[in-house]
C-alpha cells in the first residue's frame, strides 16, 4: 500500500469535513496547560500518543485559534504547516499500519470559540473564569487532537491556574498542588473518551455532595442561587437509580454537575459531568426533564458513542427516551403519553426529515431528538417491556467504553426480535420505517 498524502485523504466524517484524520487515532493524550485568567491566556504542550491506521508520511492535527511553536516526534524536531482550521504535521520518518509514535505539540494564545454551522463552540471566557463546551467540533480550541467522536482515547490533564480560582476538568483528580498564586492539578481520565466530551471549568463555587448510591453525585454550584439550582437537580440520585435500573448499572464512577452563574443556551454534557447555567435551574424544577437528559447522555452518548455524526440519534433519541422514562417514574406523564403527545405534534410538521441520517444541517434538531425516541417506543411496544428493556440491558453492557452504529443497534433489535418471537425481520422493517424514510410512520 502505497502512503497517502493528506491532501488526497477522505474526510473522516462527511459531517464534519474540516474535522478529523482517518490515517492514524490518537490513544491516549497528556496536556499539560498553564491558564492566566485575567488576559484568558492559554500555554500548552500536548502530548499524543498515535497509532497509524493507513501508511502515511504525515498527521493532520486539528487546532484552531491557537499558535504552535514546537513540534517533535518520538524526541525529534518535525516540520509542520500551520492551516486555520489544523496543523500538518511533516513525520520524521514514515508510519505503518500499526505503528505508533509520540508527537508532542507546544502551542498557546488567546483560546476562544470557534463559529461553526451548529454555533460558537469550545473554549469560552466567563464573567469569572472560562468553561469548555465543544459538542460536537470545539475540542480544537483549547488542545490539539484529532477531532471525530469514533477516536475515544485516555486522557492525563495537568492545569496550572490562579489560586483564587476552582478548576474542574474531566476525569479523576489526583493531584492538586499550590505554589505562591498558582495551583497545579493533575486529572485522569481512565475511560476511553471522545475528544468533544472533554471539558474544563474555571470558576468560583462550593461542592456540594448530594448523593451517594448508586454512585456519588456531586453539585458544584455558586453560592448566589445555588439553593434554587440544588432543589432542580435534588433527584438527581433518584434518576440514577431508575436508569441504571432499566437500562444497566451507570458506567463511571461519579457524576458532577457544574452550574455556571452565567446564562448558558443550552444544558451540555461531558464525559461523568454536564454543565447548567444558573438560569436552567430557577428553583421549580420546570427543566427537570433536560437533568434526566443529560444524565442518560452517560450511557448514551459518552460509554456508548457513536461512530459517525449521522448516527446522533443513538445519543439523542436515546437522551429524549429517558426524559420519558423518568417523567413516569417519578408520578409525571406516562412515557407512552408523551410518545402519543410528541407523535401528534410531528405529524403537523411539513418537512419530515430521516433520522438515520438528517444531514449536518439538521443534526441537532428537535425532531432528531423526539423522532428518535418515537422510535424507541415503537419498538418497545413491537418487542413488549422485558424484551425491549432487555435489549437496552445487553446493548449499555455489551458496547460500554465503545463505539456504536446504527446498523450495530438494528442488528442488536432483530436478534432481540427473534428471541422474543416477534421476528428479526419484523423488527428490522419497523426499524427501516422509522430511520430511513421520511414519512412519519403510525405509532401502534
Not at 259 to 268: G, R
Not at 316 to 336: I, K, N, P, R, V
Amino acid at each position: 500500500m502505497g502512503l497517502a498524502p493528506p491532501e488526497t485523504r477522505e474526510p473522516l466524517d462527511p459531517y464534519t469535513p474540516e474535522r478529523g484524520d482517518a490515517s492514524y487515532r490518537v490513544e491516549h493524550y497528556d496536556l499539560d496547560l498553564d491558564y492566566k485568567v485575567a488576559p484568558n491566556r492559554l500555554a500548552g504542550t500536548a502530548t499524543l500518543t498515535v497509532r497509524a491506521l493507513a501508511p502515511v508520511t504525515s498527521l493532520r492535527v486539528d487546532l484552531v485559534g491557537l499558535r504552535t511553536t514546537r513540534v517533535t516526534v518520538d524526541g525529534k524536531p518535525a516540520k509542520w504547516t500551520a492551516r486555520p482550521q489544523s496543523l500538518l504535521v511533516r513525520l520524521p520518518r514514515p508510519l505503518f499500519t500499526g505503528t505508533t509514535a509520540t508527537v508532542r505539540i507546544t502551542y498557546g494564545g488567546t483560546p476562544s470559540p470557534t463559529t461553526t454551522r451548529w454555533g460558537t463552540l469550545g473554549w469560552e471566557e466567563l464573567e469569572e473564569g472560562a468553561l469548555v463546551a465543544s459538542q460536537p467540533t470545539g475540542a480544537p480550541t483549547w488542545f490539539p487532537c484529532n477531532d471525530h467522536p469514533s477516536g475515544k482515547a485516555t486522557y492525563r490533564v495537568t492545569l496550572d491556574c490562579d489560586s483564587p480560582y476552582d478548576v474542574a476538568v474531566t476525569g479523576r483528580l489526583l493531584s492538586s498542588r499550590v505554589r505562591g498564586s498558582r495551583t497545579k492539578r493533575v486529572f485522569a481520565q481512565a475511560h476511553p473518551t471522545a475528544t468533544y466530551l472533554m471539558t474544563v471549568h474555571v470558576g468560583h463555587w462550593t461542592a456540594h455532595r448530594i448523593g451517594e448510591q448508586p454512585c456519588p453525585v456531586w453539585v458544584l454550584a455558586p453560592s448566589e442561587g445555588s439553593a434554587a439550582a440544588l432543589h432542580d437537580l435534588g433527584r438527581l440520585p433518584q434518576m440514577v437509580a431508575v436508569l441504571s435500573d432499566l437500562v444497566g448499572p451507570y458506567p463511571f464512577e461519579d457524576y458532577t454537575v457544574v452550574v455556571t452563574p452565567d446564562a448558558l443556551d443550552i444544558p451540555l454534557e461531558a464525559q461523568a459531568m454536564a454543565t447548567f447555567g444558573a438560569n436552567w435551574l430557577p428553583g421549580d424544577r420546570r427543566h427537570e426533564r433536560l437533568v434526566a437528559h443529560e444524565l442518560a447522555h452517560q450511557w448514551f452518548g459518552n460509554s456508548l458513542t457513536l461512530g459517525s455524526w449521522r448516527d446522533i440519534w443513538l445519543h439523542e433519541g436515546f437522551a429524549c427516551y429517558a426524559e420519558w422514562l423518568w417523567s413516569q417514574a417519578s408520578g409525571g406523564w406516562s412515557t407512552d403519553r408523551h410518545a402519543r403527545e410528541h407523535h401528534r405534534r410531528l405529524a403537523l410538521e411539513t418537512q419530515p426529515l430521516v433520522v438515520g441520517d438528517p444531514g449536518p444541517e439538521a443534526m441537532f434538531d428537535d425532531a432528531v431528538y423526539k423522532r428518535g425516541a418515537l422510535t424507541l417506543h415503537a419498538l418497545r411496544l413491537a418487542l413488549g417491556d422485558a424484551a425491549f428493556f432487555g435489549l437496552l440491558r445487553s446493548w449499555v453492557a455489551e458496547h460500554a467504553d465503545g463505539t456504536v452504529t446504527t446498523a450495530d443497534f438494528v442488528a442488536a433489535a432483530a436478534a432481540a426480535g427473534e428471541a422474543a418471537g416477534v421476528g428479526a425481520g419484523s423488527v428490522r422493517d419497523l426499524l427501516t420505517a422509522w430511520l430511513d424514510r421520511a414519512p412519519l410512520p403510525d405509532l401502534p
